[in-house]
């Protein structure tokens, strides 16, 4: 069984800057294309950024360009997401994805992590 697991998030001041992990097992990691997600209360879930399996290409949230990158490590099964410039409406439930030979996209995710919230003081 698929397993993802989140780490790295906290309570951070607005303007700084947090990197979320994403350790995944059970898989063979170079194949799966990998996303974040986020979550408020009283929300829906919210598309953030996402890489394909192959690395080439990212794609990003309009709410976050600018401001987060991600990025993976095919050698430690690890997903990153560098979050610069944070702003107390980044306040959510970071959630990672997986999904075999995905390509950066936005849905279509088989596979999610439990997350790791993320508090942004004004």
């Known amino acids: 069984q698929v397993q993802l697991v989140e780490s790295g998030g906290g309570l951070v001041q607005a303007g700084g800057s947090l990197r979320l992990s994403c350790a995944a097992s059970?898989?063979?990691?170079?194949?799966?294309?990998m996303g974040w997600f986020r979550q408020a209360p009283g929300k829906e879930r919210e598309f953030v950024a996402a890489?394909?399996?192959?690395?080439?290409?990212?794609s990003y949230g309009n709410s976050v360009k600018g401001r987060f990158t991600i990025s993976r490590d095919n050698a430690k099964n690890t997903v990153y997401l560098q979050m610069n410039s944070l702003k107390p409406e980044d306040a959510a439930e970071y959630y990672c994805?997986?999904?075999?030979?995905?390509?950066?996209?936005?849905?279509?995710?088989?596979?999610w992590g439990q997350g790791t919230r993320v508090t942004v003081s004004s």
């Open positions: 059970r898989i063979t990691f170079s194949t799966y294309g």
């Open positions: 994805a997986a999904e075999k030979y995905g390509g950066a996209s936005h849905y279509g995710y088989h596979y």
């Open positions: 890489i394909s399996w192959g690395g080439g290409r990212t």
